[in-house]
């Protein structure tokens, strides 16, 4: 009874067997058909013997695949390993250029700070800077008092042209005829004095008299030709 039971799990194994053990089972086959035909001690213990044969086959197979299989576990552990150091790697270069791009931009600003501090250095010293400001409160105040005479001399010059103006703007006054025929009657000879008091006074009045139809003039200064 148990020779069957190895047989069919022979015959499940045979099922499950690779293309390596196909010609082991078949000749097993063979074995086993012969003593089905034919049976006998003999073909038994060739089967039993046979049967040792692939079971410690089968065995070493084991151990083998067993062996592969930690092998398989060790590479596969060792693939995780490596993609973990991948990305370690990868994470540092990332790390690494963010670290170039902050250093260039430092270099940068160091660059811009020492052009600064170069500027700083060129620029005048205080000392300096309060001697070209004295310099200019200088120029100012000569400027405002050279403005205030400005000033006064136009202010006289505006003075004078009205003075000007309303000389011409009254110059048709003196125009008119009567005002000609006043500048144009020649002045009557001036007496000798007498020494008669009552002879000077008729004569005064006598004068006053001649003159009293002619017009007298508004202003008696003449304008200038």
């Known amino acids: 009874m148990s020779t069957y039971q190895d047989v069919n799990v022979y015959l499940e194994r045979i099922a499950y067997a690779d293309g390596g053990e196909e010609r082991k089972y078949r000749y097993l086959m063979r074995l086993i058909v012969a003593f089905h035909e034919n049976p006998s001690q003999k073909a038994y213990a060739e089967i039993e013997e046979f049967v040792g044969y692939l079971g410690k086959s089968m065995k070493h197979l084991h151990e083998q695949r067993n062996t592969q299989t930690k092998e398989v576990k060790m590479l596969r552990a060792k693939r995780k390993k490596a993609r973990e150091d991948a990305n370690k790697v990868e994470v540092a270069v990332t790390k690494a250029k963010e670290n170039l791009e902050k250093a260039k931009l430092l270099i ?7 052009a600064l501090v170069d500027k ?3 620029m005048p010293t205080k000392a300096s800077v309060a001697r070209q400001m004295d310099n200019v409160q200088y120029e100012l105040d000569h400027l405002y008092v050279e403005q205030k005479r400005r000033a006064s001399k136009l202010e006289s010059y505006k ?6 103006l309303g000389f011409t703007e009254n110059s048709d006054l003196f125009q008119d005829d009567d005002y000609n025929n006043f500048i144009v009657v020649e002045r009557p000879e001036k007496p000798k004095r007498s020494k008669n008091k009552n002879h000077r006074k008729s004569k005064k009045r006598a004068h006053r008299r001649n003159h009293e139809d002619l017009p007298k003039p508004k202003n008696s200064r003449r304008p200038a030709e």
């Not at 940068?108 to 020492?114: G, L, P, V």
């Not at 003075?159 to 000007?164: D, G, M, N, Y």
């Open 108 to 114: 940068e600003q160091r660059a811009e700070r020492e």
């Open 159 to 164: 003075k004078k042209a009205l003075v000007v």
């Open 120 to 122: 700083i250095q060129k």
